[in-house]
């Protein structure tokens, strides 16, 4: 009696470890890797990163804000030089007169974001996407901004000086003023842009798609592929 008793419980205990693992592994695969990494660091220098955060004027030198949800935060002249915000949600956020110098945006969305005479020149912003963003006196100076979407922004008057634009989306963009010198704007979508009194000095627009955009009043010596 006793050894049917012992060999029950074993059997039991047996069924319970192979259900225990069974669960624990189904987990582990219903639950993917990127799901587990954090979105951000809660604060940095006493700024809590969060959506509609208030951090205007705040010193965020080179903080690593990968994937932070940064929606509608307040952040005018704000301190983001050399600032790891790749994949970043930064849309509607206020960042008029903030310094990204040299910041990553690398993947980030600013879509909507308002970042008049803001310093982004040396910053990344490859794959970006800054949608019906107002960059109007804003210096980009040097960007890396290959495959980004400006569709729609307002970039008048901005500095894009040597920036790479290549690949870039500048559909219905505002460029009114704009100073492009030296700009790689190779296979640029530029389809309805506004380019009136802009600067295209030396630029490059080799395979640029320019349909029903407006270079009136442009200087465009030494341009290649710009309207004659």
Known sequence: MRRLVYRRAGRTAKRTSLA???GALLLSFATPPWAAEPAGPRSVNGCPIRPATLCNEFDLQGASLRKADLL??????ANLSKADLRQANLRYADLDDASLRGADLSGAVLDHVQ???ADMAKASLREASLVNARLRNADLSSVDARGASFRGADMSRAVLRDANLAGATLERANLRGAT???ADLRNADLTGAVLRNADLQGADLTGAAIEQAIFESAAMEGCRGCPE
Do not use: F, I, K, N
Not at 72 to 77: G, K, V
């Open 72 to 77: 509608q935060a307040a952040l005018t002249r």
């Open 180 to 182: 492009l010198t030296g």
């Open 20 to 22: 225990v693992l069974s």
């Open 115 to 117: 970042a008049r005479r």
